[in-house]
Structures are given as C-alpha cells and as structure tokens.
Antibody
Framework: QVQLVQSGPEVKKPGSSVKVSCKAS????????IIWVRQAPGQGLEYMGR????????NYAQKFQGKVTMTADKFTSTAYMELSSLRSEDSAIYYCAKAHLGYCDGTGCYSDAFDIWGQGTRVTVSS | DIQMTQSPSTLSASVGDRVTITCRASQSISIWLAWYQQKPGKAPNLLIY???SLETGVPSRFSGSGSGTEFTLTITSLQPDDFATYYCQHYHGLGTFGQGTRVETK
C-alpha cells in the first residue's frame, strides 16, 4: 500500500520561502496526480493546485498563482510545494494527496478522487 | 473556478440519528464529487467518490447521491466514531472543496 511521507515542520520568517516535500513510500508516481491542500488553524480545506509527474503538468488555483510552485520528480516519486513571500496568513498545515491519473486531453488532466494523503506538514510564519 | 457550497456548516446529532449533508456546485460537475471525513489532527479520509461509490473499507451506513449541481452525503445511523468534519470536493480538473460540515454531539 502506497503511503505519502511529508517533510517535517517548518518555522519561517515573513518574506521568506518554504519548500515542503511529499515522497511515495511503497509505490511510485507513475500514474498519479498529486494535489496540495492547506488548512489554516480552525479552518477548512483549501485546494492549492496539482501536478502530474508523468506529464510535467502543473495547474494552480487562481488564488495561489504567482505564490506557489509545484514540482514532481517521477524518478524519485517525490513531489515538492514551494510557497514564497510568506506571511502570517500562510501559517497552516499543508497536505499532499494522490489520486490515480485517469487521462489527459487538450483541456487538461483528470483523475480519480484522492484516496492517499500525507500526514501533513505544519508551517509557521512568525517574526 | 467552480465553487462548492456545503450546508449546514454545523450539525448537532445523536448516536443513531440519520444525518444528511448537502453540497451544491456553482455549475454542473456531472458525478465528479467526493466526500471526505476529517478528524482533529488527522488528514482527510476518502469516503465516497463519483458521487455515490463507496470507498473500500468505508462502512455501508455512509452513502452519497446526486449529479450535476446537487449532492448529498447520508449517514443512516450515526455512530460515535462519526463525529467529525465532512468535506465535499469537486475533483475533475482543478478541484475545489466545500467549506465543511462539523457533526457534533447534540
């Protein structure tokens, strides 16, 4: 059974960047879509964007365009999410999740629902 | 972006109650709707996919229905382990989550 193992907690200064990793243990990213989701303290789930390692395809929610960079290495089965220009409002738990890639066409890539989740990485932004 | 609206935001119920949560999409999403359960300090857990398909290992008291823009999650007989927060998610393409529904003890 594939598990997603995320990197450890981070404490960052405002204005800096953070890079969180998400590695598949017991499996690969060969046919997968990886999404990143964040959850601020006491708040709901916020969809940030997705990456398709097999295709080198990334797609960000409008709110995070220019703020986040998602990459994925299909050879090491590791995905990365880098968040820049950090502010206190970026303090949250960041999750990666994986779904089976269904297909890609001219309009994008489409998947099943997200059945495997990482354990979450807490990012704290504080001066 | 497609918007997902869940209701209610909080639901007070007792063990054995039938519970229904609604999720509405701002435009048709066919059946590309999932439901997740999240407990404090834990990652979300997939319950339902394609609007009505039960994920392997999920108890049969959970069921989903709907298509297009209106969807429901039903728990037929609420169990102590079911007190949690539930989220819907449109996942076909660039996805979105609903705001969440917290199921609490009455």
């Amino acid at each position: 059974q594939v598990q997603l193992v995320q990197s450890g907690p981070e404490v960052k200064k405002p204005g800096s960047s953070v890079k969180v990793s998400c590695k598949a243990s017991g499996g690969t990213f060969s046919s997968a879509i990886i999404i990143w989701v964040r959850q601020a303290p006491g708040q709901g789930l916020e969809y940030m964007g997705r990456a398709v390692p097999l295709r080198g395809f990334v797609n960000y929610a409008q709110k995070f365009q220019g703020k986040v960079t998602m990459t994925a290495d299909k050879f090491t089965s590791t995905a990365y999410m880098e968040l820049s220009s950090l502010r206190s409002e970026d303090s949250a738990i960041y999750y990666c999740a994986k779904a089976h890639l269904g297909y890609c066409d001219g309009t994008g890539c489409y998947s099943d629902a997200f059945d495997i989740w990482g354990q979450g990485t807490r990012v704290t932004v504080s001066s | 972006d497609i918007q997902m609206t869940q209701s209610p935001s909080t639901l007070s119920a007792s063990v054995g109650d039938r519970v229904t949560i609604t999720c509405r999409a701002s435009q048709s999403i066919s059946i590309w709707l999932a439901w997740y359960q999240q407990k404090p300090g834990k990652a979300p857990n997939l319950l339902i996919y394609k609007a009505s398909s039960l994920e392997t290992g999920v108890p049969s008291r959970f069921s989903g229905s709907g298509s297009g823009t209106e969807f429901t999650l039903t728990i037929t007989s609420l169990q102590p382990d079911d007190f949690a927060t539930y989220y819907c998610q449109h996942y076909h393409g660039l996805g979105t989550f609903g705001q969440g529904t917290r199921v609490e003890t009455k």
